[in-house]
């Protein structure tokens, strides 16, 4: 299973490479009841009012009811869905891997809105909404700022290489946005950069602390941030660390792939104690040896123009929550040889919605 789990009113909610979406009792561990899509599911749902929401490979995005696995309506877009979505005043916001951000009605599934971008969208976490703006980020390198009434585009931010999988968290109204390929940003809600830490390394989701910034890497790292970007220090484990942490009294714990949880001592890093868990460690390769893009288009063009985008993409790793199979106007190229590092080109005057 790669989905995280989702707790609600007694019962695990997640979904799975095996194609379905899980309701376990959280007492007993029991099945309550499963739903079968028709491919994999790979990012978390979203529970709200009794309804559960999620998107599968299969390019449908559904809503199930929580109570008893019943589907309520889907939505079909054209591209794997991986993306947590976000329910907002009874409307949810996800992207696919179609290069559009969707606005749904929550009740009924009809489109109320969507916004094109010029690459796939994946997110971990979801999107951020902020008095009446919706922040989201793609895999065409922008952090994009829209506003929820008009649909218009308010500024876009260049993230570097790699693309983004993450969507930005906010801290006293200002946006911390950790990309693909090793940069920190501070932003402002204008769409100004107030500062950005630039490492090679893929970051994990910044969480915020007594007025510092922790954010794990792909380094094998635990850092520490002041809010102006100042690294004030770093603790290495033995592989990567993806996780947000957990403060507690003064310490902060975290895991890493090594199979180890670490507590810290925040004052001074001490080591507390380590907790070793059974398994063994995992691999990953680096972003820049492991992911190059290769991204052409013709006829670039917003859907309001009714001209069809075509993109030929390429991957050098068979990554499966970052590759489709699908046939329509996205195709991916899979292979599994590393070679030199690849970006996108992008034409900055074509998107929209």
Known sequence: MESHPRYWNGS??????????????????KLRWKFRTRDKIGSAATVKNGKVYFGSKDENFYCIDATTGELLWKFKTFGDINYVPRIHENKVYFGSFDRFFYC??????????????????HSSNPCLIHENVVYFASLDNYLRAVDMKTQ?????????????????QIHENVLYHATRGGNLF????????????VTKHHFALPSFHEGRIYVGSEDKNMHCFSLDGKKL???????????????HKGRIIFTSWDCNVYCLELENRHLVWKFRADGSPSYLAPIEEGFELTFSSDNLATEKDEKK???????????????????????????????SRGKYQVDEKTEGF
């Open 104 to 121: 749904l009605d929550a009740d009924n599934g009809e489109l109320v809105w969507k916004f094109e971008t010029q690459g796939e969208l």
């Open 233 to 247: 220090w770093s603790y290495k484990t033995e592989d990567i660390v993806f996780v947000s942490p957990v403060f």
């Open 309 to 339: 985008t075509t993109y030929d993409l390429s991957f050098d790793r068979e990554d499966e929550l970052n590759t489709s199979e699908y046939q329509s106007r996205i195709t991916y190229q899979v292979s599994t040889q590393y070679n």
């Open 12 to 29: 695990i909610y997640l979904g799975s490479f095996d194609f379905n979406f899980y309701c376990i009792d959280a007492e007993n561990g």
């Open 152 to 168: 218009k585009l308010l500024w876009k931010v260049n993230t570097g290489f790699y693309g983004n999988d993450t969507s930005p």
């Open 186 to 197: 501070a932003i402002t809600l204008e769409g100004k950069i107030k500062w950005k830490y």
